[in-house]
């Protein structure tokens, strides 16, 4: 009556980092009533490996061992909860001290003839296909405010997050999946658009699981597959139910091609505007994502190289307005062309100075009377004899003396 199938599988970044896959699930059929469960322990926490296999298991062991087809939905549902609360309570008497260690998602589902009953907690998820062929996210995951990476998950231990309730739809097939995959299945990158679920490759997951006669491999070789969508490459589980009896009413064969490889271009390069030429003539690459041709692309990257070309000019000009000028400047008597007439009197009084404090400073050094202090010299001998006026050439020049960089005071 049911097909069921999954698996869990590393992610390359836990691989590189040689941490342990810290994804689970759980799946347990009888009396034709299915019960699985998926788990992803939080990355940040040391045991959570163990923390995702604990609650995976406790909980569809716990549900398989009390639910049959004859309780009501009420009753269904307050086991389900009442696996929950087992599963958290057998995490904290397991943790001790080191709670905030062993965090963990999980989203546990129950068919029951049809009907079908979960009870999530985390932001891994839960998407149906229903019986009139639309495909339905079935839970929200749960974040704490902030932005990408940086917003935290509410797990098992956020009792107050738990969500427990019947999916209302006749369904046709039921995919749990841990945000490795269910970021595949619903890519952030649709938010906004006229649907949010990749319907293309979700029926693709349905077709296979319909139709391959090993589906278990074919399930963990599409785990293995690397996705371009990827940042973190986490650890990715999937498990799929699906009812064989009853029939399915297939949407026109355009819901099943969205996103079309245009809309991908245009999500993934926001500012290309491609030509209806260059997505006919493109070649397309992984899971259909192409590469084309952007003329703004090529305008800017003509308008850089003017614009290159445009500063090489003009330092080649302005050089050779140097040269030039410089030239002339050396031709024409170089700068004693622009010296005042009187320079040289300026220049021969100037001397004088000099001579006349290198004098002083000589007399002054002589005397064993004269200290020093802070570079001035104090003059401790009254017999020292007075320099009169007309010996001082300073006393003679300095009123009027100007000389080319400014006024001796």
Known sequence: ????????????????????????????????????????????????????????????????????????????????????????????????????????????????????????????????????????????????????????????????????????????????????MLNKAIPPLLSGQKYQTDNKYLFYLYDNLQKNPDVESWVTDELTQTNPQEVNHDDKTLVGILFESGKIRLQPKEYYDFPSDKLWNSLLHPYKEPSSESCATSEPIHNGFEIKSDPKRKQGSSQGQSNITTLLLGIILGLAIGIVGTLSFLQYGGYEEYLPDDYYEYEKQYDEITDYNERVQDEICSNENISFHNSFAVDDDPNMEDTTEADNPLARVTESLVLPWGIAE
């Open 1 to 180: 009556m049911y097909r069921v199938c999954g698996d869990s599988q590393i992610g390359k970044s836990h691989e590189i980092s040689g941490t342990k896959c810290q994804d689970a699930f759980s799946c347990f059929s009888r009396d034709s009533i299915v019960f699985a469960a998926v788990a992803d322990g939080l990355g940040s926490c040391k045991y959570s490996d163990i923390a995702s296999c604990m609650a995976s298991h406790d909980a569809v062991t716990f549900c398989s061992q009390n639910i049959t087809k004859n309780l009501s939905d009420e009753q269904v549902i307050a086991i389900i909860k009442t696996s929950f609360d087992r599963a958290n309570l057998a995490i904290k008497q397991k943790a001790g001290d080191e709670l905030d260690e062993y965090d963990t998602t999980l989203t546990l589902v129950v068919v029951i003839e049809g009907n079908v009953y979960f009870g999530h907690a985390g932001d891994s998820g839960i998407v149906a296909l229903r019986s009139d062929g639309i495909f339905e996210e079935v839970t929200k995951a749960q974040h704490g405010s902030g932005y990408g990476m940086e917003r935290p998950v509410y797990p098992l231990a956020s009792e107050s997050h738990w969500v427990f309730r019947k999916y209302e739809h006749p369904s046709k097939a039921i995919f749990m999946m841990t945000d490795g």
